[in-house]
Every structure is written in C-alpha cells, then in structure tokens.
C-alpha cells in the first residue's frame, strides 16, 4: 500500500459540514486505502488559543518528527497546510512526491471576506503571494471545482504544471437513508409538514438569502399545505443576525450548527435537500451536502448552471435545478416539484448513484491514482 503522510493546518471535529467534517472523511477512507500518517493540529494541541503559532508549530512538528522519528520516509505527501514549509522542506530533502489541495484563491475572496478592511486586504495580497511561491513548486495540485482548476492554469501556474479536479465525496457508510418518519420522531419533527433542508455553513457564498426570500414565496402560494424550511449549520455572527431579524417567521427555522450525527437525521427527516450558492467567486467549490443529500436518498434542487452543482444533479438525475435568485420562480419550481416528484425512486436512484459514483471511497481512489502518476513524473525529471 501507498505510504502517504497527509499535513492539515486546522483541528477535526464532527461537525456537520465544512473542512473539518470533508478531511476527517478523507481520512478515514485514506487510511482504508493507503498506509496513511496524518498530521492535524490534534497532534500538536488541543487548545484554541494561538491558532497561528499553532499551525506553524505543526508545520516545524512534522519536519522534525519526518527527519528523526521514522524510519520509513512517505511515498508521496498531500498537503493541506497554510504554512507550507514543512512539507515543501521534506519534499525537497527527501525528493519525495508533494501534492497540494487548492480549495479557492484568496485574492478573489478577499474581494468579499476583506471589503471592509484596508489592512487585511493587503495582508491577504501578501499571503497570495506567499501561497503561490509553494503551490507553483508542488509536484501536483488537486482542485476540488474544474472553474478553479482553469483560474490557477490561466493566472498562476506553468502549462507543464500536473493538475486535476476531483470534487468532494459522501461517507456512504456514515449517511444512508432511514424511514423518514423515524428520523422525525428522532428530531421532534411533526409526520404532517413538508420540511425542505439547507444544511451547511450559513454565509455569504451559500446564498442562504435568496434561499430565504424564495421560502416566502412559497408559504405564500402554498395554500393549505404546511411546509417549513429548516437551515442547519453553523454560521457567521453578523450575517445570521440579519437574516433573522430580516425572515422572522414561524415556517423558517435556524437550527444551529449541530454535530454530524444529527446531520444523519435532519436529512433523512427532509422532503426536499436544497442546494443554493451564490455566484460571488471564481469557483463555487464542492458541496459536502449534495454528497450527503444523495447518500441518504434525498431529491435535490440546485442553483442552475453552476458547475459542481446542478451539472452533477443533472447528470445523475439527482433532482432538479432552479434559480434561487429568482425567487418568485423557484418556489413555484419547488412547489411542483413537490407535487410530482417520486420518493421512492429518488430514494433508490441516489443512493445508487452515492454508492457507484460519489462516495469517498471512489473519490480517494482518484486521489491515489493521481498520486502514482505524480510519482512517476517526478522519477521522469
């Protein structure tokens, strides 16, 4: 089995989406498949408190502990690290294989994340820079949205330089679909709602908003029929305030952040999983949700013609897309869509398709099979 040493610059929880819920994933299914050595912050402390200076000492870690504490030395590493040098310095020094994950491009989110601030938008232009001085001496990149793959290509990288875009992947084995009544009982859920579920970090790039404002469509056109929208996940302080002050009502829902545990049953308790995004970046990246949507069965509406989103819905006949930022429209596409859907062929469909073509397991292999040939260019050079 491929030895792989795998450096991650924050700590793994069991959160119901995000980073940390995608690498503890990879990581389980990494060390089914490879004999794998990760490094996370977990190695180094536990604490919070001095979160730089803690992944900087994971990088300082991981150089010390390659060079004195094992004997066998890696086949190929795959970094993650916000630092860098630590992976880059026993690249070099031991001529071994470095692979990068590039998840966005900090320049172009900082337009957004920084709008507000002259000091961090140019410690972000510094940091790009820093970024790129490492990226561009990788020996391979994994992007997780092919629009980012092509950014990099045009602005950043050689043509020479070995890419790929592998989207993220569902834990088949952690999510898979349960009676929906059983999943509400669990919850405290009513049998006799519609619940559509948004579960996933509640910010800017989600466009939850829009999410929001088409949820007062349909509660307007709904008629008799009760259906409530619940959003699931954690949050950004100042933009969750002003949704809620904004979409006060008793058929929206703000659950919280919640551990992935609960996510298993919030999705199973759905009727509908939807998938907004905002089309605000480069690249709309890779959801964890749509994955997790599908492991469990559910029917899916997506952003329309947003690639990572509704081209992956569309193509494995997952659900349906619609334009959230139309809002008027997308109740009314969701409101049929409610009608007519089937529920047991959905369930069977995604589920089938999660197993065959979207679980983790799938997903890693791509990684390792990208491996190899990174390992056999860099024996060519």
């Keep these: 089995m491929m030895e792989i040493d795998y450096i991650l610059s924050f700590k793994l929880k069991r959160s119901s989406s995000g980073k940390e819920k995608a690498s503890s994933e990879k990581i389980k299914y990494l060390q089914k498949l490879s004999n794998l050595h990760p490094y996370t912050l977990d190695t180094v402390s536990s604490s919070e408190s001095f979160k730089n200076v803690k992944m900087i000492f994971l990088d300082l870690y991981y150089l010390v502990h390659v060079i004195f504490g094992r004997r066998r030395k ?10 860098h040098f630590g992976p ?6 031991y001529k071994i ?26 410690l972000g232009f510094l940091w790009h820079h820093y970024w790129l001085f490492f990226l561009k001496r990788s020996d391979g990149l994994i992007f997780n949205n092919s629009l980012l793959e092509k950014h990099y290509k045009d602005h950043y990288l050689s043509k020479t330089a070995l890419t790929v875009t592998i989207h993220n992947g569902c834990d ?8 929906k009544d059983e999943a509400r009982c669990y919850l405290g859920l009513q049998k ?14 989600h466009g939850v908003e829009n999410l929001l404002e088409t949820a007062r469509y349909i509660n307007q056109k709904a008629d008799d029929r009760a259906i409530k929208l619940l959003i699931v996940g954690g949050y950004d302080e100042d933009y969750l305030h002003k949704l809620k002050q904004r979409y006060d009502s008793a058929n929206i829902i703000f659950i919280g952040e919640r551990p992935k545990d609960d996510a298993f049953y919030y999705i199973n308790a759905a009727d509908l999983c939807l998938l907004p995004v905002n089309d605000i970046r480069i690249s709309p990246g890779s959801p964890l949700k749509l994955f997790d949507y599908a492991a469990c069965g559910k029917p899916i509406i997506s952003q329309r013609c947003t690639v990572g989103y509704s081209d992956i819905i569309e193509k494995y006949k997952l659900g349906i897309s619609c334009d959230f930022t139309n809002h008027r429209d997308a109740a009314s596409v969701i409101l049929q869509f409610l009608l007519d859907y089937n529920e047991v062929e959905y369930k069977c469909n995604n589920r089938e ?14 990684w390792l099979e990208f491996g190899e040939l990174v390992k056999a260019e860099r024996k060519h050079t």
Excluded: Q
């Design 74 to 83: 890696p086949d190929i590493i795959i970094s993650r690290s916000n630092f």
């Design 88 to 93: 880059f310095m026993i690249s070099k020094i």
């Design 97 to 122: 294989p470095l692979i990068n994950e590039v998840h966005g491009d900090i320049l172009d989110e900082g337009k957004t994340l920084f709008k507000d601030s002259f000091l961090k938008r140019n």
């Design 172 to 179: 088949t084995e952690f999510f898979y679909p349960i009676d």
């Design 192 to 205: 006799d709602i519609y619940y559509l579920l948004f579960i996933g970090s509640i910010s800017r790039w």
């Design 353 to 366: 398709i999660a197993e065959k073509y979207l679980s983790w397991e799938i997903i890693i292999k791509k």
